[in-house]
């Protein structure tokens, strides 16, 4: 069993910045792949961003790449998501999210069937 815990969300202007943490629990966090979804009012939720096990691949959908960059502190059991240039369309409920397995490549976007196990969401709101 794995819980997580999201922090970090909260109201910013256009063109500000926040940062995402999910703090997971259990022995299995660095052998597990994580990512971030986001699900927005009257929308499917949606993959943001995914990393391998050890931190060294990552894939971000084409709306978050160049402003959002996902890291891991395994010792520290953490996930982040760094978000820059945030546009109103990034408003919605971010996820953090934990696979079965390590193995990621960075070249495809995880849908929502590839979780095992999800938090319980940030709310990030872009507003002037």
């Known amino acids: 069993q794995v819980q997580l815990t999201e922090s970090g969300g909260g109201l910013v202007q256009p063109g500000g910045s926040l940062r995402l943490s999910c703090v997971g629990s259990?022995?299995?966090?660095?052998?597990?792949?994580m990512g971030w979804f986001r699900q927005a009012p009257g929308k499917e939720r949606e993959f943001v961003s995914g990393?391998?096990?050890?931190?060294?691949?990552?894939g971000y959908a084409d709306s978050v790449k160049g402003r959002f960059t996902i890291s891991r502190d395994n010792a520290k059991r953490t996930l982040f998501l760094q978000m820059n240039k945030l546009r109103p369309e990034d408003t919605a409920v971010y996820y953090c999210?934990?696979?079965?397995?390590?193995?990621?490549?960075?070249?495809?976007?995880?849908?929502?069937?590839?979780?095992?196990?999800w938090g319980q969401g940030t709310q990030v709101t872009v507003d002037s």
């Open positions: 999210a934990a696979m079965s397995h390590a193995l990621y490549s960075g070249e495809f976007n995880y849908e929502r069937d590839d979780v095992d196990y």
């Open positions: 259990g022995r299995t966090f660095s052998s597990r792949a």
């Open positions: 990393i391998n096990g050890i931190g060294t691949n990552t």
